[in-house]
């Protein structure tokens, strides 16, 4: 008779979204793994990948989902979040891209 354990999984929620400016939505292919929350642009091959200190002025959005390379990755166009809860690169800080997001209809708080 086969044993079973019991699976123990830890969930802890994060308050993303502070407000109630709309948010809009694209999907597009990720070039790298990218975690939730993470701001990302589309390099020149049309992929998403996580925002880097060269790459801030062509900053596209924030990661809705995680994705695997070459999967589908939902990311936000527009809303407002709180800035301490993104998933910011090594190199990049909330100060560098806050502008930029604000030219796209993303605020942070």
């Given amino acids: 008779m086969a044993q079973?354990?019991?699976?123990?999984?830890e969930h802890?929620?994060?308050?993303?979204?502070a407000g109630?400016?709309?948010t809009a939505t694209d999907v597009a292919t990720a070039k790298a793994a990218i975690k939730e929350r993470t701001p990302v642009t589309l390099g020149d091959d049309g992929k998403l990948e996580a925002v880097t200190s060269a790459t801030i002025e062509k900053l596209t959005g924030i990661a809705a989902t995680n994705a695997e390379a070459d999967e589908q990755c939902v990311y936000f166009l527009t809303g407002e979040f709180f800035a301490s809860a993104l998933e910011l690169p090594s190199g990049v800080t909330v100060d560098a891209?806050?502008?930029t997001l604000r030219n796209k209809s993303i605020f942070l708080r």
């Fill in 20 to 22: 109630d400016f709309p």
């Fill in 12 to 17: 802890t929620p994060v308050n993303f979204l």
């Fill in 97 to 99: 891209i806050k502008e």
């Fill in 4 to 9: 079973y354990e019991i699976e123990k999984r």
